[in-house]
């Protein structure tokens, strides 16, 4: 429940990279997040509701007592752990929507902002069908497609204010234990901080966008506070290669050993994040700024112990 004049806002998956920041951007705005993961949130100012996305009883629990009007839908098993487990991914990240979104019509919530990815069109389409239409690159990308086009529907048919935010390559203090591959751009800066050789397993021009989690959390706090918002935006960020960001690694580092041993998978797309830089207010860092920022933090805090949820 909120205290003081701000709102109280579920926030699912609020204990995870992005989540800690949405968090904190939250209070600093001076409303209450309200927590729903399995994990306690690190911000004691958050209130924890301990749970499952799975569990539709729990997560309407979570609503109704805390009196909940916005929800930030962040809760899903990321890329590697989608294709170690795809059952229970999609029990998570496809069902677990399903819930969020009946939780969201029974207790009248006025507000969905969910947390769509770029990999929701970075691949190259189903075989049969031709057109220019999103194209999921992998089963987690597949997944949070599934699950915009059911926020649409839950938008057109039964009248849901939501709005989708599409994510793309993220800096900030994560966790441990997420493989090299499955993120090149964190395995290089977190090696980078720690004065560690940075081996990473990708080609130096594979290319992504690339935002701090502060602008980010920034921008799913924004709609979710409009009084009304776009369907869609882009999180988007500055279109940057490995190469360029091993340069910008150095300059904070000048004897920072990075060295790449190539890699198969193509480079992310570039996208217009035009409409949210404007709604929001935003000033994208630099490359440098952001590289800088992001190494001071990760000497000051490091990586968590467990994998990003």
């Not at 209130?47 to 539709?56: A, N, Q």
């Not at 990760?298 to 990586?303: D, E, F, I, K, S």
């Amino acid at each position: 429940m909120s205290s003081g004049g701000g709102e109280a806002v579920l926030v699912t998956g609020g204990s995870g990279l992005i989540g800690r920041a949405v968090v904190s951007e939250l209070r600093h705005r001076g409303h209450t997040a309200v927590v729903f993961d399995p994990v306690a949130p690190a911000d004691a100012g958050a209130v924890h509701v301990e749970g499952d996305v799975r569990d539709l009883a729990a997560i309407r629990y979570a609503v109704a007592s805390n009196r909940i009007r916005r929800v930030i839908h962040l809760a899903a098993l990321i890329g590697v752990r989608t294709d170690a487990d795809p059952h229970r991914a999609a029990a998570v990240n496809v069902m677990g929507t399903s819930n969020v979104l009946e939780a969201c019509h029974v207790e009248d919530v006025a507000r969905l902002v969910f947390a769509s990815s770029i990999t929701r069109q970075a691949g190259w389409g189903l075989p049969h069908t031709g057109g220019d239409h999103p194209a999921p690159r992998n089963l987690y990308g597949a997944h949070k497609l599934a699950a915009e086009f059911h926020i649409d529907l839950a938008r057109r048919n039964r009248g849901l204010d939501a709005t989708v935010v599409a994510i793309a390559g993220t800096l900030g203090v994560g966790r441990r234990g997420l493989a090299p591959d499955a993120a090149p751009h964190l395995h290089l800066l977190t090696c980078v901080a720690r004065g560690e050789p940075a081996i990473v397993p990708a080609e130096p021009r594979w290319s992504l966008p690339l935002r701090h989690v502060r602008e980010v959390a920034a921008m799913l706090v924004g709609a979710v506070l409009r009084p009304t918002g776009r369907p869609f935006y882009h999180a988007g960020g500055r279109y940057t290669s490995l190469a360029d960001l091993a340069d910008a690694a150095r300059a904070v580092v000048p004897d920072a050993d990075i060295r790449f041993t190539g890699g198969t998978r193509p480079s992310l797309p570039e996208v217009d994040a035009t409409a949210a830089d404007s709604d929001f207010d935003l000033t994208p860092r630099t490359l440098e700024q952001m590289v800088a920022v992001v190494i001071e933090e990760l000497r000051t805090h490091g990586p968590d112990d467990e994998e990003e949820p």
